[in-house]
């Protein structure tokens, strides 16, 4: 609910990586999280759905 337990949230996500982080996530009420890697490649959790984005640039895709 506030900056500090998302920053806490945030360190968690990169050190644990994608896998375990989004099962964090996805495991915990009342976050989600957009994960956008080096390659172009944006990771969603479960909660928010592919349809809510419009890429605009070639260089970034959404993990299907």
Request: a negative charge.
């Amino acid at each position: 609910d506030n900056s500090c337990e998302a920053d806490s949230y945030a360190t968690a996500l990169m050190i644990l990586g994608e896998e375990k982080g989004l099962n964090l996530v996805n495991n915990t009420y009342g976050i989600e999280c957009i994960m956008v890697k080096q390659n172009g490649e944006i990771v969603l959790s479960s909660g928010i759905a592919k349809e809510q984005f419009e890429i605009r640039n070639d260089n970034y895709f959404i993990k299907e």
